[in-house]
Nanobody, 127 residues
Framework: QVQLVESGGGLVQAGASLRLSCAVSGLTFSRYEVGWFRQATGKEREFVGGISRSGFVTRYVESAKGRFTVSRDNAKDMVYLQMNSLKPEDTAVYYC????????????????????WGQGTQVTVSL
């Protein structure tokens, strides 16, 4: 049974940092790219950042560049999203997702590119 479990969310003030973790089990982790998405109340789910199978390729939404960093530990089947300089507009439920990539080393930015999803963790940034 495949499971993705996010943790690390919470309530912080603007300018603070959080590190989200995603624990993955039930699949061959090194074959999967992993993305982080978020969904704010009343808005569509949006891609935040992602990392390829090898960890050598990362991609980010424009608003996250320079503030967020995605990393992975293939020995521990873990993915992380380090978020710095948080803003109120970062408030959302954050999800990690895993997608099987049969060839190449890249990461999709579309939800359709991912096969498995976690339940999400709430991040709230206050002024």
């Amino acid at each position: 049974q495949v499971q993705l479990v996010e943790s690390g969310g919470g309530l912080v003030q603007a300018g603070a940092s959080l590190r989200l973790s995603c624990a993955v089990s039930g699949l061959t982790f090194s074959r999967y790219e992993v993305g982080w998405f978020r969904q704010a109340t009343g808005k569509e789910r949006e891609f935040v950042g992602g990392i390829s199978r090898s960890g050598f390729v990362t991609r980010y939404v424009e608003s996250a560049k320079g503030r967020f960093t995605v990393s992975r530990d293939n020995a521990k089947d873990m993915v992380y999203l380090q978020m710095n300089s948080l803003k109120p507009e970062d408030t959302a439920v954050y999800y990690c997702a895993a997608g099987l990539r049969l060839s190449g080393d890249d990461v999709s930015r579309r939800p359709e590119g991912f096969d498995y999803w976690g339940q999400g963790t709430q991040v709230t940034v206050s002024l």
